[in-house]
């Protein structure tokens, strides 16, 4: 069985790494910073991207010292001129210019960005052949089989930064495939684990962002709410590992202790633990072969006392339901789940339709759009834009329906 895990030695030459951020302002890309930054003699950076948070991004640019800061939205470019003028910082703004980013001579390359949105620079970094530390899981969801054909093609190397996937990456021994029976992520069962369909129905987005156990961005934190997270990171695992949905489990682990699993034929299971803090997965890819110190809180098992495991319950969330069959459709279906959930998740987070939708949209435009192959990038694009007005037409059509029902029978 073939597998996308790292063979190679990192090219680090002079003992330096370079390296570029994709979506340095976020969440991940914070994290990442922050160790660069506790590690100056380490790391060199060549460049880092935004999306419209232009001052954020000058600051980490100066920081850093990079050589290239992009943001993708037109409206925020004057802003990083500006900031960066009199600093010897390229500047850009597009999504030509998030591509350029990634091509700068990085060894190293944080995909970072949120959403399909990602992945044209990631590609671009997998097309020069970098080392690719991935946490923009939707880039293997939208277009797992041919991201990882171009890795192959390219000789680029996949790190896995999702901390579910970082933590199986520990434990797997790809040298033994033979030996692996199942692999097993698990989820913390986000905010609503407890609540009833008739809660749910009711939650606001700030209840929905306010995760338990991890602090991210908005997106993901709706899809750990949903337990979409969970069916977008079944898809990447696949992806990743090279498994079939049927040896990938997911079990609810509400204290976000242990990451991830992996089950050998023996009976022996490997599992990684940690304080959830995105530093220590991050410092694994970045550090990778060698192990970097994360200034993370160690952990304390005593002092948790208790780690307790459930079964998802895929009534109260149908997501991991959805996201599982449409892994099982394959071709482009999993880029239209994709594709629909961006969607209903931003109608979600602007007060337009409401929790429960979210999942109801995804799986009525799946139903809506014709089943078909992937053959090319340009087809990952026709499915995507197709879901998308599919998606955006539903999610009006249950905000019509619940203006109506706001204003009570007439
Ligand atoms: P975030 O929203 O905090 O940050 C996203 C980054 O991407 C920002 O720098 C933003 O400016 C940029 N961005 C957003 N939209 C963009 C666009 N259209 N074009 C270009 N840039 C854009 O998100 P995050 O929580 O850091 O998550 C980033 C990715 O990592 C997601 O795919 C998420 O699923 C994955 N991930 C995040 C975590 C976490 O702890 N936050 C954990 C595992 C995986
Ligand atoms: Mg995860």
């Known amino acids: 069985m073939a597998i996308s895990m790292p063979k190679r030695k990192p090219r680090c030459g002079d003992g330096v790494r370079r390296v570029s951020i994709l979506g340095a302002t ?17 790391f060199a950076v060549e460049a880092v991207t935004a999306k419209d948070h232009a001052e954020l991004l000058a600051e980490q640019a100066v920081a850093l010292g990079a050589r290239f800061a992009a943001v993708a939205d037109p409206d925020a470019y004057p802003r990083l001129k500006e900031a960066l003028a009199g600093h010897p910082i390229s500047v850009g703004c597009g999504p030509e210019a998030l591509v350029e980013a990634a091509l700068y001579p990085a060894d190293w390359v944080m995909a970072a960005i949120v959403g399909a949105a990602g992945l044209a620079p990631t590609l671009a970094a997998v097309r020069r052949g970098a080392i690719v530390a991935l946490a923009n899981k939707e880039v293997l969801v939208c277009a797992g089989e041919f991201v990882m054909r171009e890795v192959k093609r390219c000789g680029a190397t996949l790190l896995p930064v999702d901390s579910e996937h970082n933590a199986i990456w520990q ?4 040298s033994r495939i033979e030996a692996i029976d199942r692999i097993i992520l698990t989820a913390s069962g986000g905010p609503f684990r ?4 008739d809660e749910m129905r009711e939650a606001t987005p700030a209840e929905a962002v306010a995760h338990p156990n991890w602090r991210m961005g908005a997106k993901i934190s709706v899809d750990s709410a949903t337990m979409m ?5 079944l898809i990447e695992a696949h992806h990743l590992f090279d498994l079939e949905s049927d ?8 204290q976000s202790i242990v990451h991830g699993l992996v089950t050998y034929h023996d009976g022996s299971v490997l599992a990684q633990l940690g304080t ?10 970045l550090g990778w072969p060698e192990r970097l110190a994360a200034p993370t809180k160690s952990l304390d098992l005593a002092a948790i006392g208790r780690l307790s495991f459930e079964p998802p319950d895929e009534r109260r969330f149908p997501a991991l339901r959805i996201a599982r069959s449409a892994l099982e459709a394959g071709g482009g279906t999993p880029t239209v789940l994709n594709a629909a959930n961006e969607t209903a998740v931003y109608a979600f987070l602007d007060g337009r339709i409401g929790f429960l939708d979210i999942a109801e949209v995804v799986e009525r435009t799946i139903a809506m759009v014709p ?4 053959q090319s990038l340009e087809d990952v694009h026709n499915f995507d834009k197709t879901a998308r007005e599919i ?5 009006g059509v249950r905000a019509n329906a619940r203006r109506a029902e706001a204003m009570g029978p007439r």
């Not at 407890?194 to 369909?197: F, K, T």
């Open 194 to 197: 407890e609540r009833s369909l």
């Open 229 to 233: 997270n969970k069916g977008l990171e």
């Open 26 to 42: 976020g969440s991940v890309g914070k994290n990442t910073v922050d160790l660069l930054r506790r590690n100056p003699e380490r």
């Open 276 to 285: 959830p803090d995105m530093r220590t997965p991050i410092a694994y890819a």
């Open 171 to 174: 434990c797997f021994d790809s």
């Open 391 to 395: 998606a955006i037409r539903l999610s």
């Open 371 to 374: 089943a078909g192959d992937i």
């Open 247 to 254: 040896r990938i489990d997911i079990v609810v682990h509400p």
